[in-house]
């Protein structure tokens, strides 16, 4: 028996595993976001942070998280913002996205423990957090939508 086809569906089998249903199988729900680009799509787990004291805490003091789970940050109006790593114990990729949800910019493999902040660029109103290095192993980068009920839906690139 050879690889072939057979291989083929167990390597999209383990892809559904561990990042969930293909977007377009799931609704649109404020503990998720999906994503979806020239790569294909994906959906992860979300906390939100919509709120100065969530925002400031992030993932702090967090010694792992699942390959499938992140923060979504929320902000109330388009603006600059920084992120650093301060007290943050994993690597993180860190996904700016202006107000439609489209991304803007990728921060690579954020190192634990660095305080030099990681901007996204101007007019950024959300920002996703997942596992380091999982944006380049999927092909996360900007162009890439975001779907999530946050995103006013007359504005959204992808709505619910």
Partial sequence: MGNGRKG??????VLIVCLGL???ASE???DQVNLRG?????????????????????????ESMPRSAGMLFVYPAPKRVGFWMKNTLIP????????????QHVHHQ?????LRPKFGGDNIQYVLEINGG???QMGIARGTQLRHPAIAQDRAAWSC
């Fill in 92 to 103: 993180l990729d860190i996904i700016f996205m202006d107000n439609t949800g489209m991304v």
């Fill in 8 to 13: 083929t569906a167990l390597s999209a089998l």
């Fill in 134 to 136: 999982l944006s380049r």
């Fill in 110 to 114: 954020a190192q634990p423990g660095d």
């Fill in 28 to 30: 649109c729900r404020q």
């Fill in 22 to 24: 293909p977007a377009w």
């Fill in 38 to 62: 020239s790569w294909g799509e994906a959906r992860f787990s979300v906390e939100v942070a919509d709120d100065d004291a969530e925002r400031a805490q992030g993932l702090m003091n967090r």
